[in-house]
């Protein structure tokens, strides 16, 4: 409960912050999302399995997205139906364009290997988790981070 204190020469009001809905969570910082695409990638080399491989990548590569969104995209002032990160992507960031498009082409294979079904070779997990690493580093320079390379376990 909010307290009031008056004196002859001020008014003091203590307001109690509001409670967050319970759905709801902060948004993360653009640094912890490169940090969160970063971790992914590492991830996505650790997994054995290449379904896993590749649907860690490209979580990793959304994550990186969503660094470049948190950064640059403005919520929309009506109400509209939902639209891809990457559709976003496109808008938001032209010079990313291409990445958004390959990535996007991705995401239903990418659904697919969440679900477990095996949609991927070792091949392709290993070329996405390649370039997952290239758009991160596209996208830290886009917003002008320094690169920080995906330190690979030993």
């Known amino acids: 409960m909010a307290a009031t204190t008056t004196t002859a020469t ?4 203590t307001v109690e912050p509001k409670a967050l809905p319970v759905n709801s969570r902060p948004t993360p910082s653009v640094p912890a999302l490169f940090v969160a695409a970063r971790n992914g990638l590492l991830d996505a080399e650790a997994a054995q399995v ?58 239903t294979k990418r659904a697919a290997a969440d679900a477990g079904r095996p949609v991927a070779s070792q091949r392709e997990a290993d070329d996405l988790i390649r370039d997952a690493a290239r758009f991160l580093a596209e996208a830290e320079a886009y917003l002008g981070f320094a690169h920080q390379p995906v330190l690979h376990a030993s």
Do not use: C, D, K, N
């Not at 001020?10 to 009001?13: E, F, H, L, Q």
């Not at 959304?62 to 992507?89: E, N």
């Open 10 to 13: 001020t008014t003091t009001a």
């Open 50 to 107: 290449p379904r896993e491989r590749y649907a860690l990548a490209h979580l990793a590569a959304l994550r990186a997205a969503a660094a470049v969104l948190a950064a640059r995209a403005r919520p929309a002032q009506t109400r509209r139906r939902p639209v891809s990160a990457w559709q976003v992507l496109s808008s938001v960031a032209p010079e990313l364009r291409e990445w958004a498009e390959f990535f996007s082409a991705g995401a």
